[in-house]
């Protein structure tokens, strides 16, 4: 069956930088554009970013643009984000998805001093 499990999560301080993965199992990770989304406490979950199956198409959350990549490796069936300069609006669950269906089970960062 199809698994997505994130990794990489914490707390760090503003200006910080984190780095999440997510392992994918269970399908064609290459055929597959793949996303992260968050979702901070009282707000609904809002798309940070997607790239395509080969990474050719990249699109990123105004809010992140300049601050966060997303990349991914499909020959470890993985897909990353790089959050530097982290802000404290940055805390939230963030989530990997497959396509427009599955989701991973989140991992929780938390931007504190």
């Known amino acids: 069956q199809v698994q997505l499990v994130e990794s990489g999560g914490g707390l760090v301080q503003p200006g910080g930088s984190l780095r999440l993965s997510c392992a994918a199992s269970?399908?064609?990770?290459?055929?597959?554009?793949m996303s992260w989304y968050r979702q901070a406490p009282g707000k609904e979950r809002e798309l940070v970013a997607r790239?395509?199956?080969?990474?050719?198409?990249?699109n990123y959350a105004d809010s992140v643009k300049g601050r966060f990549t997303i990349s991914r490796d499909n020959a470890k069936d993985t897909v990353y984000l790089q959050m530097n300069s982290l802000k404290p609006e940055d805390t939230a669950v963030y989530y990997c998805?497959?396509?427009?269906?599955?989701w991973g089970q989140g991992t929780q960062v938390t931007v504190s001093s």
């Open positions: 269970g399908f064609t990770f290459s055929m597959s554009f």
């Open positions: 790239i395509s199956s080969f990474g050719s198409s990249i």
């Open positions: 998805r497959k396509g427009y269906d599955t």
